[in-house]
């Protein structure tokens, strides 16, 4: 077998190129890689530069079976850190509420760390230096599609938390989910506070999807994209990764497609909420967003300004008429038919309202 430098993936001796990650193997086998710093507890004697937490009596506060960190102490804190020290500083700070969690989940769980992630997990090394491996394709896969699209400088190492335990995941991301009912998850991204990637591991048939459509959206968080446009590249982002081959479209889903939506039920795809409804409705936004982008992103370059333009307050239609010179209503009716099916301002407000939200999902 042949292992890939890059993601530690395991290829068929006469492989020209790593099925996970796509890396072109040279012609010399390449050196098995090294495994990631696995940190299970701080070391005996360090001592944080910047941030010590420890030394803060109130960091931390319990909640939902959880430390959870107290951003706002912590954000105070941060203010006095120099402005190119704060990577340095949030990652310490990063490493010391990953290791808490750690402390409160037991078992087997340990801290991984690379240059960009620090994951926290059960998992074997050899798989946590794939799964990073896999992680840092896909920012890589991110820039080279939108341009330097990453985060500025002062945010700290990316966090990336899997749980061995259905019930565990639950608990935790609990804590950030809106009221009421909510579509069942095979991940997160958890936006509020220190943005970062929750996700059962389960039996990992599907974490590397999962983590290619979560740091997606991470590394387009900045954007004020509305959450068809957001899901959409998510989507098919998670597929090259995993180098599917399900088109985004075949007869039958199509069908379901024209049997769901209609001219008042659009709006709420518009908006965004109806991601949040479970059944039909989450499972064919995001397979219309998938779709909308593949119809959209013929142009490469003008898809790219498309996405640096689009708004949530008209769910990019501004920016669809004077980038890309078409309607997102009449890309719909190429494949629902004829109808009224653009965004409209005051339908997505509405259905924003009808949620119970103040502005548009995040």
Known sequence: MKRCGYCGRENADEAVRCQECGTEFSGEAAPPPSPPTLADEIPPGWVPTWIDLDQVEDAFVRADGFQRPNWDRIRALAAAVPPECLDAAWSEVATQWVQRLRADLGGRYHVAQSGRFLLLSELEPGTVHELIGVAARTLDLVQQVLGESERPPGWGKRVILLFTELDDYYQYVSYFCRDGTNPASGGMLIRKDYIH??????????????????????????????????????????????????????????????????????????????????????????????????????????????????????????????????????????????????????????????????????
């Open 197 to 362: 990637v929750a996700a059962p591991y389960e039996d990992g048939r599907y974490i590397r999807q999962t983590l290619a459509h979560e740091l997606t959206h991470a590394a387009v968080v900045q954007l004020p994209l509305p959450r068809w446009l957001n899901e959409g590249l998510a989507v098919t982002v998670q597929k090259r990764i995993a180098k599917s081959g399900v088109p985004a479209l075949d007869a039958d889903l199509r069908d379901e497609h024209v049997a769901f939506w209609n001219e008042d039920r659009i709006q709420s795809f518009w908006a965004g909420t109806s991601f949040y409804e479970p059944g039909e409705s989450n499972k064919l936004s995001y397979s219309l967003a998938e779709i909308l982008v593949s119809l959209l992103s013929a142009d490469p370059e003008k898809f790219v300004n498309f996405v640096r333009s689009a708004q949530a307050t008209d769910a990019g239609q501004t920016a669809a008429l004077d980038v890309l010179g078409v309607s997102l209503g009449d890309t719909v009716a190429t494949f629902l038919g004829e109808g009224n099916w653009r965004p409209v301002r005051k339908a997505i407000v509405d259905c924003w309202a009808a949620a119970g939200w103040t502005s548009k999902p995040s």
